[in-house]
């Protein structure tokens, strides 16, 4: 290749400009915005010069002469990019081939690669009526044109419902194209579960609207990711489903996790552990909790589960085998749940606000611990996340009630209260607005409070 022919010389401007790059952090600001401009064009005008080679070469079919099967195998081999990313090309130059129009708007720049991906992914799985919708020259001016208007986000979607508009029954057929593909694994490991999985669009925004709802605004002091705030809507969302006596209706058991302790074990946690450390502490020297599939079960969520799970009492002899079953029994029933789903409202935690039907009984003393008694007046309700911050971090919880403007009487089934927890103190509580609490560290420092925590309290340390 000779120098006059524009390209002899473009190898070594791009290594003078990496060398250049090396001193980029001693420019000011507009020198480094100036050579981040000048760059993100010249890699703009290399992509329209590969694609364009790319379509030559594909003409002349020069991947054939090296025994490669077509252009995406030669490209990613020669590369080194990959099959994803040498398929890419492939198919943008495909496209430049068959549309001029495109062509010339990426070389000008009214279209961007991203643009051009949009529109070689459209044409690649194209139906015979789109394929002769985007032969149609006056077709590609108004893709480019809207292109030109649009970033490659937009695009994408302006580009499906076009391709909706001119053939309907292609969007059914991606639809059940994804159903067909859809697919779910969940693999176990030392560093955790794993999950990965592909459902279609439809599904995946209703997951999506799901996790949001359950991981809303964080407050001021929620330093989770929202990687792990959504990771926590999971989780919650499946205690959600295990604690709801409507699953798997006509089921002799329904679904539910479950921990196996020796007695010694559980005589330990119920001399009075706290927190994460105590569990920690009284399980030394003893037999490790594990789940029903052999999995050691961490003092952190163990904690939790003592607080609020069901219990069902199996005696075994000393080879293992089951030899007794005892009852099992709700810690927090229906009852008590709905009067503290009228008092808190949802999750406690200040500025949480995630609702009441995703959240979890806590006892305000600790069952397992201060042998706190089962009531409304014990319980609080909280999301899984708090739920277990307050196990692991020991946090001892006050109750802070603000007076309503006016006071009402919550509207209630007289017969609930005849078969509630006898607690009828409970009933001032129920009559107000929803209660605030504070959080606080074992030291007495204040975790997480109300805005403005006025009223009177309810001396309950957790």
Known sequence: MRDDDGLGGLTSAARRAAERALEASTWDAPMRAQALAELDEAARLVAAARVRVLAAADAARDWARSGDRDLAAWHARTTRDGAQVAGARARAAALVAAMPAVDAALGDGRLTEAHVAVLARTAARATPVVAAALADPRVQDGLVAQGARLDAREYARAVERWVAAVDPPSDERDHAEQR?????????????????????????????????????????????????????????????????????????????????LSERTWLALCAGAAGVAGVARVLQGVPPVRDEDGALVPPAELARLLCD????????????????????????????????????????????????????????????????????????????????????????????????????????????????????????ALAGEHATYEFRRPDGRVRSAPPRAVGREVDRAA
Do not use: Y
């Open 180 to 260: 067909a593909n859809r697919s779910l694994w969940l693999t176990d490991s030392p560093s955790g579960t794993h999950i990965k999985g592909v459902v279609d669009a439809q599904a995946g925004k209703r997951l999506r609207l799901a996790l949001e709802a359950l991981s809303p605004r964080p407050g001021d002091d929620d330093d989770r990711t929202p990687e792990q705030r959504r990771a926590d809507a999971l989780a919650a969302m499946a205690d959600h489903v295990l604690s709801d006596p409507g699953t798997t209706p006509g089921a002799l058991v329904r679904p539910h996790v479950s921990v196996v």
């Open 309 to 428: 799970a069901q219990l069902t009492r199996i005696v075994v002899d000393a080879a293992g085998v089951p030899v007794d079953l005892g009852r099992t029994q709700r810690l927090f029933t229906n009852e008590m749940r709905r009067a503290l789903v009228v008092r808190d409202g949802g999750c406690a935690w200040n500025g949480c606000g995630i609702p009441a039907r995703w959240t979890e009984g806590h006892h305000l003393d600790w069952w397992g611990r201060d042998g706190g008694g089962t009531s409304v007046e014990n319980g609080v309700l909280l999301c899984a996340f708090h739920h277990h911050l307050v196990h692991a971090e020991d946090l001892r919880i006050v109750r802070v009630w603000t007076p309503p403007p006016r006071r009402r009487r919550a509207l209630h089934d007289p017969d609930e209260d005849a078969a509630g927890s006898g607690d009828h103190a409970d009933g001032d």
